[in-house]
């Protein structure tokens, strides 16, 4: 064989075996690759309305008492609060959402169109408040009751 041949195939061959080398990792599984993804983070829950309202007005005791429901994105306190004599209501004192914990207050208070005569019996006042979220739904809820002594709880839960 011609020395120039064997010479010029040697370096082709030894070329061409270092080329396969340089491309492939060795001791690496091809098939076991993946991609990490960043995980998306939930959105937060956000209050964006609230309503209330007094269904009914009638004697009786001193009964504090509510409860807690879910309804779609929605937070619904239905309870009966007192007030001291006929002249006296319920409102929605506060709502406030911390992130986790909602806390519906709600006061008696003198109504706004009650005269000089008031009953003086003891009324319980039954209320429905609707507090409506998106993104989600509080991790607790709160419900205190004011008869103008200072908030008690009432209720605390988790829907």
């Known amino acids: 064989m011609d020395r120039r041949a064997l010479l010029g195939t040697i370096c082709t061959g030894s070329i061409i ?13 091809t098939g076991n690759r993946t991609a990490s993804a960043t995980p998306t983070p939930a ?15 009638q004697g009786g005791t001193e009964t504090d ?10 937070v619904v306190v239905e309870g009966t ?26 006061a008696t208070t003198r109504r706004d169109d009650a005269g000089d005569a008031c009953t003086q019996g003891i009324v319980e006042l039954s209320y429905r ?5 998106e993104n989600g739904l509080p991790g607790t809820v709160v419900v205190t009751h004011d008869h103008g002594d200072g908030p008690e709880t009432v209720v605390t839960t988790s829907p």
């Open 43 to 57: 959105p937060t829950p956000a209050l964006t309305d609230s309503e209330f309202e007094v269904t009914s007005t």
């Open 65 to 74: 008492s509510a409860t807690v429901a879910v309804n779609g994105h929605n």
């Open 81 to 106: 609060t007192w007030g001291r004599n006929g002249c006296r209501t319920a409102e929605l004192d506060s709502v406030n959402y911390d992130g986790d914990t909602l806390t519906v207050a709600v």
């Open 129 to 133: 408040a609707t507090v409506e979220f």
């Open 17 to 29: 075996a270092l080329t396969g080398c340089l491309g492939s990792d060795v001791g690496t599984p």
